[in-house]
């Protein structure tokens, strides 16, 4: 869990006064504070730690990261979740 | 040299590794602090293809195996109580406490999840405002800022059932502790890519006038390592201590002072137990008193669980480097990543789980079935 991931902004927005945005790992998609890095936009790309990015980093390195922790299998159990996207349970 | 062939940047790798034998003289002990970046090294078999005479032993940088006995004994307390959801990041759930983990607790019908962000956790605390919710959360100076930011949220918007159980340990004190043993063997320090991209590297500069070791920031791929291990036995030869930044491309000196800001607005440094090393004095982070109203401990009234750890489990040796984790007689055999003695063998970044992956060929032939 100490891992950190480039991934892809893919969009942002404002709420409660907190910047979010879902940002793309590979296939999987996540929802990530961005407020730690206000000079990320739209199309950049960060690395994120439990779903917080902490840096802003270029897309070479980001794809080289990212292909070397892919190599070694540790993407799954980083971004595993028993509650994303689930509902209210009643 | 078995893996490296793997890596589309063999070339360059190998030019380091020969740079390497021609700038070493003598032998060397390096210690790289982070468990990612001890992943990417047995991965790659970084450590076997270095010059004889420089090793690698591995440091405390797993923040599930550091997390004490106790705190896990607190957590499998919390989470049996009914109405609470306990929830947590997935290397926890197999750790073993004193008596039972948070796995069999939610066998038997514990509401244990996981989670990889605890922003979540706050998202199931606001729709099921009818269960105490508490976040069990671990982690270095990496983690700690998104912890605090999920309670800063959680005391803005008034969420009463929301809660942390928190043990958060920092790096800088467990290498002065390391640094401080009379059996201390390492020379030079891989510091943690991550940790000081949120921290910056100033604090390491303390380090530096205390102990004179000299200490280079490194990122988790191949080249990344190996250059850092270069620039360390450049260092080292050369007779220079200092701290030097390989992993420019995320960590700067200053670090990440937003991150920085939140964490010092809900957390504060106190003394912290480690497993396997024992007390290390203001090593960790609990909740400033302004959030003890979130402060699952407190809550919960599990202030004063205590718990002895395991005499088998060599880990404590394992994570100050100085024992490799084939060095235990139960590697591999009585303790395996599914029936773990220790939180070595749990974590996947765990040094033992690492060696169980990538070197069990280092199980002697007579126990390896």
New interface residues.
Partial sequence: ????IPGKIVSSEMH?G?RVGRVQFGGIT????L????EASVGDYV?V????A??R??RE?AE??Y???E??G?LK????????G????K | MKYLD?Y?NEEIARGIVAELGRRATKPWVLMEI???QT??LM?YGIDEMLPAGIELVHGP????CVTSLETIDKATEIASRPGVTL?S???MLRVPGSRTDLFHVKAKGGDV?????????L??AR??PGRKVVFFA???E??A???A?AVW?AKR?GLANFSMLASHVLVPPAIRALLSSPRNRVQGFIGPG?VC??MGYREYQDLIREFRVPIVVG????LDLLEAILMLVTQLEEGRAEVENQYV??VTYEG?L??QKVLAEVFEVCDRKWRGIGGIPESGLSLREEYAEFDADRIFGTEGVTADEPAECISAEVLQGLKKPTDCSAFGTRCTPENPLGAPMV???GACAAYYRYRRHAIPATVNR
């Fill in positions: 869990m100490c891992l950190a409660n907190i996540r929802e990530t504070c407020d730690f890095v206000p690395i730690h439990v779903g917080f902490i840096s980093v270029d390195e080289r990261s292909e070397v922790l190599s070694m540790l159990g980083e971004l595993e979740s028993d509650l994303e689930a509902e209210a349970e | 793997e589309r982070c468990g990612g992943h990417t991965r940088g797993c923040p599930v929830i990041y997935g290397d999840r996981v989670v990889y962000s605890p922003t979540e956790a998202k199931f729709a099921n671990v982690g270095f990496t983690t800022p998104a912890n930011m949220q918007e991550h991209t949120v990122g988790f791929e191949p491309r995320s990440n937003l991150a974590s996947s970044e």
